[in-house]
Every structure is written in C-alpha cells, then in structure tokens.
C-alpha cells in the first residue's frame, strides 16, 4: 500500500479499514504518518522481504560511525552484511541520512557514514527528533535502532555489544539509554554481552527491574563481557541453539509484551580476550577518562579506543570477531523466526497440502461409485468429497516444505534477423535481436512453485556481482535464504545462438558458480531437507552434490526428484549410487535414452560414454512405443518417471503396486478423449496429449521454461494431494502458459491454477 504524498491522516476507505482492523491502530497509524512525512525510507530489499515475511536482521550504524577506525568500520559493515546473507537473512543498517531515517543501506551510504565521521552524531532515542529536525546525518545506537527496526516490524536486531550501568553510576548516574529501551520497544537484540568497560552486575539488575528476558546461548548461563566469555555473573535463562531461541522469541511477541529480549552470545574461544588483562586496560582507561573529563556519550568512544592502544589492537580483533559472531547466530535465529511465522500462515493457504509427496500416482479407494475410476477421473460429486477430504488432511497435519537444489543463469538469446542465412565465422557483424532473462532449471522450478504458493526453500548460488544483485531484486517472490553469494565467482550465464528460424545454432556457458553448492554448504540445510516432503535436485549440480542429496535422502526416507537440465548432465548420476535412489525422474526422450544407455552397461560404467544421436520418432504411436520400451528398463531402478514428448504429449511411467487396484482400464488402441492408459509387466502408463481436443495450437513464444513449469505444477499439484490425473493435466495447461511467454515462468502461472473445478475432471480445461 502506497501511503506517500497524501495530506497527513487523508485515508482511503482501504487505509482507514486497516487502521480500524489492525491489532495495533494506533502504531499502525503513527507508521503511515512518518512515510507520509518522509521521515522514514526504506530500501526495496527490506521492503520485499517485509512484504514477503523473509527473515530480516536490523543492524546499527554507530559501530560505523563511532566504534571502530577507518578503514575497519567500512570494512566491518560490509562483512557483517555479508554474513547476514550467507546464513539465510537480510541485511537492514540503520542510520539517519539528511534528516530522514533509513532502514536498508546501500554500499555509497555505507561508505558515506564510514568516512564522514566527524559530521555524524550519535543518534539514541533523545538525539533522533533533533537530527531529523536539522537534517543531519546520524549513526543509531542499541536503542536508536531498535526505535527503527520496530517501526518497520524488523523483530530480530544484531550488534557488537549493548550499553549498561557505567561503573561509579551511584554517583555519576550514567545508565544508558540501551536498557531503558529494551524494557518498552519489543524487539529482540542479539549482542556479546555488555560492553567490559561497565558495571555487569548492576546492568543486570536493572534488565530486571525493566523486566527484560536476558539469555545466554551456549553451554552456560554465564553472561558475556564482550571481549570476554565470563563475567562472573550468570543470565537468568539459559537455551542451546539458534531454533530454541527463535521459539522463545515467538512466543514472547504472541503474548504482546512491550518490552524487548537479550539474547547474550559469548565470543567464540579463539577470539576472546584474557579476563585478567582486560580488566587492567579497563581500569587505566576509565582513570584516564576521569582525568580527561571525559562522561556522557563520548565516555564509550573513548573507553573502547583506549582499551584497544593498551591492548595493542587485539581488543578491535576481538571486537571484529564477535560482531561477526553475532551477525551468523543473528541471522540463523531470524530465519526460524521466519519459518515459524511461516508455518502459522501455511494452515491458511487455499491450496490444501498434504503432510508428505510420496507417491505421484497413488490412487486412494474411496467410498465412491465405480463410474468415478474411468480414465476421464472423478466425477463432481466425488471432486466435493476429495476436496473435503484435502481440506482436513491441510488444517490438521502440519505442511512440510518442498526443498529444491540447482542452479540460477543469467539467459541471453541472440537470434539472427532473416537478412542472415548463415553465420559467418569470419569476423563479421551479423543483424539480429536478443532477449535476456532469468533461466536454470532449479530456478525455474523453483519460481513456478512459489508462483502456485508452494513455498519451497530454494538451494542455490549467485555471484556477488550486478546478476546476483538483479536477480534478488527481481525475486522476492521467493524465498532465497539459501541462495549463497559467493565474492569470487559470478553469476552463471548461459548464451545461445539461435537461426532465424528459432533453432538452436551453438551455446555457451559459464557454470563454474554451481559448484559453490557444494556438499559442505548443503549440510547447512539439512534440518530442511529432512522434513521435507520432496527433494528436487538439477543436473546442474556436481556428481558429489548429487550423491550427497541422493544418499541423505535414501537414509531418511525423503522421496527425491532428478530433473537432467541436459544430455551431457546424466552421467553425473552413474559416478556413484545416485541413480539407484531416485523416486521421479523427469527426462525428454533424447534423455531418456541417455538414461537407458547407462543402465545397459552399468556392469561397465567407467568406460560408458553417453551417445551423440538420437532416436526421434515422428508419429505419436511410435514414441509411445519407443518410450514405454525404454521405460520398462529404466522403472526397474526409478519407480516413477514423467517423460515429456514434445508434440507427443506427456508420458508417466510407474511400477503397479501390489496393493492397488486399477479399475476400468483402457485399452491400448482406445483414444480417451484427455488420456490413455496402458498396463504391461507390472507398469502402468498414462498418456496425456499436448493438445486437448477443441482448444487451438499455443502461439509459441520460447520453449525455455516450459518442461520445468510443467514438472514444478505437477509437483505442486502432487503436495496438494490432487488425483494423478488432475496433476498432469495443470502440468501442461502450467507448460502452455510458459510457451506462450517470452519469460520462462510468466507471471499468469498463480495459486488459482491449483484451484481445481469440477470441469478439470471431464472432458474441459481451466483456462
């Protein structure tokens, strides 16, 4: 909703119907009046990832602009933001720029406050009103920045160290306003413990009195000193992991308490500083600071600086380290927050979601007339009794999340003009047009599911250059917590050269991004993929990823599916056990083939080499002949396969349980109007045409995109619990709407497609 330059509290019905339903009106209402203002921007990353519930770290500007020395503090910044990103977050600085407050820096703005220290004030709850006022720059303080990241509804905050009781406050009453905030502005503050140059022991008492939650998380309650990992005091509560914190944040913000939380992370053990040591640079710091008149807000300042001369620097490694630190445990503890926030919102999603896909072509016998087996699917009556049916099954069962694993290219197309005939490789400039986009086959199944509100966690690469950058921008639809960005290798691109007929005349690529999904990274994810419903993996990944993902999932019994993105990726599936425990695959025919090749000799993979030509039957009998021979073969080790045929239609393969019974089967010969079924040796196959009967040819646009989106809806449909039938013919409506695109995944594939109308099970089609 757009609130700016409109007359200050001048509604629509629409603003003032969320105003009247808010849960809290009144801060929403002071909300729109500081963007009508322009007190208040914030950048597009932050703002996408608040409107798509992404996880998200606020982090200060003071430690900037006045906690560490140029050029450290820049240097700080940005590797802080870093590691917000890499552990599944993102980053929002804080700071006031000319006056207004902004939530999410750019790398200018970053370097502007870094390098421009003398003219930035600091900026605490007292200083904020001031330096908008006079249009100044400032760096936010612990409490400053929560004022901010609460206005923004930014829940998680990350910094070096919070502010306390100064030592000798009974006489100087120096308390900061760090602690008075955290007891009234409800966010919670991930730092290393008090700062060592304070009084613990008092700062602790006074978090109580605020009531305050203070935690320590680790192995001990004892509360951090900052440079230190003991201060002889202990934190009241004590929890062991990031997730457990998460839940605890959760739970404090649903009983609307308005205070903050204290979660204290000790320095990591290499990095901390001798207890002993530090406490005599502390004591000749505060005397010289006695000495000098130094109090108020420069006290801190000048504590820190003169700990780190006395220490010889090692205290601004320390310092360094620890923010570090924090920023990981910070940004994994606002990824839980995120997913449990995300698992409240799922129980209300209009696709119905059943707890696990295991089976693509599963029949349940229901308590329903032998009519509704024919090949043409259930009647209405039965489609109200399914849907019923998934409806409990969604409100009562806790959805599991799909996960996916492949890669993200930056697609550019060169097609040549009609003008030339032929490609010249003589040096001279050809007439043609391109197009650029978004492709990879991880990606695009990604994207489609999000676009249908599945949900996935999406496992992937990008490169720390203007692609990366662009494609985050482009995508926050989805979510790309697990999306790493790697500062020494760029964004896969892919080229094709294509004739002016639209055939493909050669590609180039650049790829190498794809191993940074590597074994090592993907263990980071492996609480998501062992409840995951489904595993999709790409054959972009390296053969060691893949066996890695394969064999983790073979353990804990998570259905996986392959998707080969090309002939020349299969192999990678024969240099270890990958092939033999996968539950789908989805190959065209040439990769079908390749598939069938490699089980023939498997006896003697080493020297197998997968074959240059290709079998290409032209009449639709014979490829259904030609694939139900290959997928006789290939179902003894894969026991479901989609096979896409081009015009041909689409094919599943899958092995007959013993247990099921297929009713009504259709006779080879026979044409169904929507599909044909066939049984042979314990196979069962459908057909589906590409074309139903009465509806045109699609107007061709691109052929990129259209398998994935056809493989990502049948997925979708599959963890909606929809018949098999039902999931293969959305797959190809999904497949027609991404042909008659210029985008692989076009922005008409949405969660209506999911849907279903009782037509879908006759013979029409949603449009």
């Not at 550019?412 to 007439?431: A, D, F, I, V």
Request: net charge neutral; charged share 20%; glycine share 6%.
């Amino acid at each position: 909703m757009a609130y700016a330059a409109r007359p200050l509290f001048h509604f629509g019905f629409t603003e003032c119907l969320n105003l009247l339903t808010h849960r809290r009106p009144l801060l929403f209402a002071y909300k729109i009046c500081m963007f009508n203002r322009g007190f208040v921007s914030i950048s597009a990353e932050v703002s996408e990832a608040l409107k798509l519930h992404h996880p998200i770290v606020a982090l200060e500007s003071t430690i900037i602009s006045h906690g560490l020395p140029f050029p450290q503090n820049l240097e700080t910044a940005l590797m802080v933001e870093n590691v917000v990103r890499e552990n599944g977050s993102v980053p929002a600085t804080i700071a006031v720029l000319g006056g207004k407050l902004h939530i999410g820096l750019t790398t200018s703005e970053l370097e502007h406050i870094a390098t421009s220290k003398s003219s930035v004030v600091k900026s605490s709850r007292r200083d904020l009103a001031y330096i908008m006022s006079q249009k100044l720059d400032g760096g936010t303080t612990v409490s400053g920045t929560m004022i901010a990241a609460h206005m923004a509804g930014i829940k998680v905050f990350v910094t070096g160290g919070i502010g306390g009781v100064h030592r000798g406050a009974e006489t100087t009453m120096d308390v900061s306003a760090d602690l008075r905030e955290l007891g009234r502005t409800p966010v919670a503050v991930v730092c290393a413990g008090a700062k060592s140059i304070l009084d613990i022991g008092r700062t602790l008492e006074y978090l109580e009195t605020e009531g305050v939650p203070v935690v320590t998380l680790g192995d001990s309650r004892e509360f951090p000193a900052f440079f230190t990992r003991q201060s002889g005091f202990l934190s009241p509560f004590r929890l062991n992991s990031a997730e457990e914190v998460a839940q605890l944040i959760a739970d404090h913000f649903s009983l609307k308490l308005s205070n903050g939380l204290l979660v204290a992370v000790p320095i990591p053990k290499q990095f901390a500083m001798d207890a002993l040591e530090m406490h005599e640079a502390i004591q000749e710091a505060i005397s010289d600071a006695s000495q000098s008149g130094i109090s108020g807000k420069e006290l801190t300042p000048f504590l820190l600086n003169a700990v780190n001369q006395l220490t010889s620097g090692k205290s601004l490694k320390a310092n360094v380290e620890l923010i570090r630190n924090n920023a990981a445990v910070g940004s994994q503890i606002a990824s839980h927050l995120a997913k449990l926030s995300r698992h409240v919102a799922s129980e209300q999603h209009p696709v119905a979601k059943s707890n696990r896909v295991d089976d693509v072509f599963s029949t349940k016998q229901r308590s329903i007339n032998a009519d509704a087996a024919k090949i043409n699917g259930p009647s209405p009556e039965s489609y109200q009794f399914y849907a019923k049916e998934s409806k409990k099954s969604a409100n009562e069962k806790l959805a599991k999340r799909i996960v996916v694993a492949g890669g993200i290219n930056f697609d550019l197309s060169l097609s040549l003009s009609k003008s030339s005939s032929s490609l010249e490789t003589n040096g001279m400039t050809h007439r043609g047009h391109m197009r650029h986009s978004f492709g990879g086959v991880g990606r695009n199944i990604a994207d489609c599911l999000s676009r249908l509100g599945v949900d996935p966690l999406f496992i992937s690469a990008v490169g720390n250059d203007w692609m990366g950058k662009h494609f985050r921008e482009c995508f926050t639809h989805m979510d790309l917590s697990a999306v790493t960005v790697s500062k020494h290798v760029p964004t896969a691109v892919y080229t094709a050269v294509l004739s002016s007929a639209g055939e493909l005349l050669y590609g180039i690529g650049d790829f190498d991004i794809h191993k940074e999904v590597s074994p090592t990274y993907i263990k980071a994810f492996e609480a998501e993929m062992k409840n995951a419903s489904l595993m999709c993996i790409d054959g972009c990944l390296s053969a060691e990823s893949i066996d890695f993902i394969t064999d983790f999932c073979h353990q804990h019994n998570i259905p996986v599916l392959f998707e080969p993105t090309d002939i020349m990726q299969i192999d990678k599936l024969f240099k270890s056990n990958a092939w033999k425990k996968l539950t789908y695959v989805t190959p065209n025919i040439n990769e079908l083939q390749i598939f069938h090749h490699f089980l023939k000799f498997q006896e003697n993979l080493i020297s197998v080499k997968a074959p240059r030509e290709f079998v290409k039957p032209e009449t639709l009998s014979g490829a259904l002949d030609f694939c139900r021979h290959l997928c006789t073969s290939v179902s003894e080790y894969v026991p479901n396969i989609i096979v896409t045929m081009g015009r041909h239609g689409l094919l599943l393969c899958k092995q007959k349980e013993h247990n099921s019974s297929e009713s009504q089967r259709v006779n080879d010969q026979t044409m169904n109007d929507l599909c044909t079924y066939y049984e042979k040796n314990g196979i069962t196959f459908l057909h589906h045409p590409a074309v139903w009967p009465g509806f045109p040819e699609p107007r061709i646009q691109s052929v990129l995109g259209a398998g994935d989106c056809l493989a990502a809806t049948i997925i979708a449909a599959m963890h909606a619990g929809l018949p098999t039938s039902v999931c293969a013919r959305l797959g190809i409506l999904a497949a027609r709407k991404s042909l008659e695109s210029f985008e692989a995944v076009p922005d008409t594939i949405t969660p209506q497609l999911l849907l279903v109308t009782p037509q879908l099970y006759g013979t029409g089609i949603v449009n």
